[in-house]
Structures are given as C-alpha cells and as structure tokens.
Nanobody, 118 residues
C-alpha cells in the first residue's frame, strides 16, 4: 500500500503563489503517474495536473500557464507550483498516484486546503 503525505496548502491573496508537495512511501514499486486533483465545495473532483514517470505532464485548461507540476522520481515526490492564483482556485487539493505492480493501483492523499482571497 502507498501512503501519501501532502503539505503546502494555505491562505493566499489573489495573484499570489503556493507550492504543494506530496511524498509517496510504502509499496511504491511500479509507480507511474503522480498528480494533483482538486475539489471545490459543491463541485466534482477534477484533475489539475499529472505527470508520468517519463516526465510527460498534463494540465487542466484552467491552470495552464499558471501552474507547474514536477516530480522527483528518486524520492517519490511530486510538486505543484501555483502562481497567479485566483479565487476560483480555492479547493481542497488531493495528491494522486497510479501504478502497476502485479496489479494496477491508485492511491489518494488526505487533501490540503488552498484558499485564495480576492
């Protein structure tokens, strides 16, 4: 089983920046994609960005040009640098990892709150 620990959320004014971090530990063999999802009150959870073990990244249109995802595959870390934050970015952000080792697996972090004030 993979354990995920997120950090870096908080309160920031519009236009500000935050950096989220997620550390994966435990049974990380076969780990492939690492990413971030978010869920705002009353809305469905949505993909923010993810990145494969090969370094290919994918972003939601709403964050392109403002957010950057990166990973440290040696230490099983994934980061989300969030710049030019907007009030509509306010949500709980969840770390997500997917992989394959004997079978496919997917794990979620506990979530970290990001609040952007106007």
């Amino acid at each position: 089983q993979v354990q995920l620990v997120e950090s870096g959320g908080g309160l920031v004014q519009a236009g500000g920046s935050l950096r989220l971090s997620c550390a994966a530990s435990g049974s990380t063999l076969g780990l492939n994609a690492m990413g971030w999802y978010r869920q705002a009150p009353g809305k469905q959870r949505e993909l923010v960005a993810d990145i494969t073990s090969g370094g290919r990244s994918n972003y939601a249109d709403s964050v392109k040009g403002r957010f950057t995802i990166s990973r440290d595959s040696v230490n099983n870390m994934v980061y989300l640098q969030m710049n030019s934050l907007k009030p509509e970015d306010t949500a709980v952000y969840y770390c997500n990892v997917r992989g394959f080792y004997n079978r496919q697996y997917e794990c979620w972090g506990q979530g970290t709150q990001v609040t952007v004030s106007s």
